[in-house]
């Protein structure tokens, strides 16, 4: 499990984030857990801040860029 503030990476997507919660889904009637997780992503010279939310699964520990 990770902790609030833990930098994760999702492997499905590659984003690298800071935890900032916890959620829930419902895949095949059960409660699965997500992490939200803060994302920074640079686009056209432009920094953007977005929140991505994914089971729990594909989120490996990461380290800050």
Partial sequence: ???IG???L???TG???KVIGYGH???NNVYTTTLKVLVAE????QKKEL???DVISV???GSPA
């Fill in 10 to 12: 999702n492997q499905k």
């Fill in 59 to 61: 989120w490996t520990q």
């Fill in 42 to 45: 640079a686009r056209n010279s």
């Fill in 1 to 3: 499990m990770f902790n």
């Fill in 15 to 17: 984003h690298l984030g």
């Fill in 25 to 27: 889904q419902i895949m």
């Fill in 6 to 8: 833990d930098y994760v």
């Fill in 51 to 53: 929140v991505v939310e």
